[in-house]
């Protein structure tokens, strides 16, 4: 057998990801786009009544309080998903509530001065409130970071070699959102992957009027699917027995949300009452805020090669991050109980359907906001048991920290000064966030315990966040270690052409400012 050229066994870098069937400004038909902004608005879904469904009731909230926040998220989100897509980085990213900000509104709840209120609707309004005023101030990191251009300067020692671990732990930081929520209730969960996976991979060739049904509707059909089979079981009686945990887990009747929602609600600014402001809560939410920019820049990388776009100039990252922190501040304003950062899930979807479109995004933000008004409608969308969204996050997670190893291929990966830095910089990045984990379920606290609530709350979101932890490893290895004659190695001559709007040509068509605002705003 004949030996291979060298043109057939080799793969040349690639600046834009190939197979996508609609990039940024490319669109599907009317028909289409409505239907994939509602499968979008679907996998929003898991976050938006997660994160409240986990906080309200430690706030002393009730159902009712429960709908009112997840309606207030979504609302929000779809606000923050338009203005980010209109005026921000306009990559076709949702924005939506973030985990990262768990350990500072946890930090609230448990402050003694509101543990004290023994009414407990007064404790959740005031300590909702409390949160507000906390987002409202942190909100300004993000604002001025993103605005002065301060982000864009920092972003000038990111490599691709540094990027690399920091995109891939923006999806593999969330493995315990994955198998181990599917694993609650298995008999939904596992049935959930193998029909999603079968749907959008080994059937994606099935066409319907030369559209791949299929491949490009697979969470849709498939959440109904198996959606359709848990209400079976939950009607048939199968879990009449069965443990408090299991039936909260896989029953369709146990969110509590459709009964509770109002059928017409719309959110407005200060609906719960005015924020109070405690400088102690707002320094610990702004470590979350640092938390949520760096995950967010690993996601819009993402985003820009899932959407088949370059790599976002520096001053469009950082103006993304400036409209990233004016959604931190309606968040507060309203009332979401969280910050906001890029969803993860919907960035794999855009994967996963081969559509990049912008106007999907941005009719999927309509849904948002109109089923966020209309309660009834939402909250039985929003009944999905938890473990359907687990099992496609498995595959969405997984795509995401695929294209962040992806950026290899612009480095070089014979070198041990690369080999060392991706090396550790992914391994500490799992490592020192699972440490400060089991720390925290042993001691009920995490490893900074001082007598400075807000110092112990800025460590502890610091290093409970994979992305955050990678990035400081990474980019200080990467920029300390043999630096000077390495630049070819890491990647920099692949990058430099992407750090200025006119440093490539494709850079207008994905990333200039809509209603001609460019003249008012020019790129640097």
């Not at 890491?490 to 200025?500: E, I, L, N, T, V």
Request: one cysteine or more.
């Amino acid at each position: 057998m004949a030996a291979p050229k060298p043109e057939e066994i080799s793969h040349p870098p690639m600046d834009q990801l190939q197979g996508l069937e609609y990039c940024i400004d490319s669109n599907p038909s009317w028909g289409e786009a409505i239907a994939l902004g509602f499968q979008h608005y679907i996998l929003a879904l898991g976050t938006a009544v997660m994160i409240p469904s986990f906080l309200v009731p430690l706030m002393g909230g009730t159902d009712d309080d429960k709908v009112r926040v997840v309606q207030t998220l979504l609302f929000v989100g779809g606000i923050n998903t338009l203005l980010q897509t209109l005026f921000g980085t306009r990559l076709p990213t949702v924005i939506g509530g973030s985990w990262a900000f768990m350990v500072p509104i946890i930090s609230i709840i448990h402050d003694s001065s509101l543990q004290r209120i023994t009414d407990p609707h007064t404790r959740f309004l005031n300590t909702m409130r409390a949160t507000q005023g906390a987002l409202i101030v942190a909100s300004s990191v993000q604002i001025i970071l993103g605005y002065s251009q301060l982000w864009a300067i920092c972003s000038r020692f990111f490599s691709p070699l540094g990027m690399v671990p920091v995109i891939s732990l923006v999806g593999f930081g969330l493995l315990d959102r994955g198998f181990p929520v599917v694993g609650r209730c298995v008999e939904i969960g596992i049935p959930m992957f193998i029909l999603f996976v079968a749907f959008s991979q080994y059937l994606k060739h099935f066409q319907t009027k030369q559209i791949p049904v299929l491949e490009r509707f697979a969470l849709l059909i498939s959440v109904t699917v198996i959606w359709a089979y848990a209400h079976l079981l939950t009607a048939s009686g199968a879990y009449r027995h069965r443990p408090e945990l299991t039936q909260r887990n896989c029953r369709t009747d146990r969110a509590n949300l459709i009964s509770s929602a109002p059928w017409i609600k719309i959110p407005y600014p200060l609906q719960w009452g005015a924020p109070t402001f405690n400088a102690g809560h707002a320094f610990g939410m702004m470590s979350a805020v640092l938390v949520s920019l760096i995950e967010s820049t690993g996601a819009y990388k993402a985003a820009s090669r899932l959407a088949s776009a370059t790599p976002p100039p520096a001053h469009v990252l950082s103006r993304g991050i400036g409209w990233q922190g004016i959604g931190i501040l309606l968040d507060g304003l309203f009332g979401t109980l969280t910050g906001s950062t890029v969803s993860v899930e919907n960035i794999g979807l855009l994967g996963s359907t081969r559509v990049g479109s912008r106007r999907v995004i941005q009719i999927s933000a309509g849904f948002m906001i109109f089923f966020s008004m209309l309660g009834k409608f939402g909250a039985l969308f929003a009944s999905i048991p938890f473990s359907i969204f687990a099992a496609v996050y498995c595959v969405m997670f997984g795509l995401v920290a695929s294209v962040g190893l992806s950026l290899l291929q612009f480095t070089n990966m014979n070198s041990m000064r690369n080999l060392f830095i991706t090396g550790v910089s992914l391994f500490l990045g799992l490592s020192i966030p699972e440490y400060f984990r089991e720390y925290t379920s042993a001691a009920l606290h995490g490893p900074a315990h001082t007598k400075a609530g807000w110092f112990n709350d800025f460590l502890n979101t610091i290093f409970l966040s994979s992305p955050t932890v990678a990035l400081m490893v990474a980019v200080f290895l990467d920029n300390t270690l043999d630096y000077k004659d390495s630049a070819r190695d890491r990647g920099m001559p692949w990058w430099a052409k992407f750090r200025s709007f006119k440093g490539d040509s494709r850079n207008e068509e994905f990333y200039t400012l809509p209603f001609n605002l460019n003249r008012f705003f020019p790129p640097s």
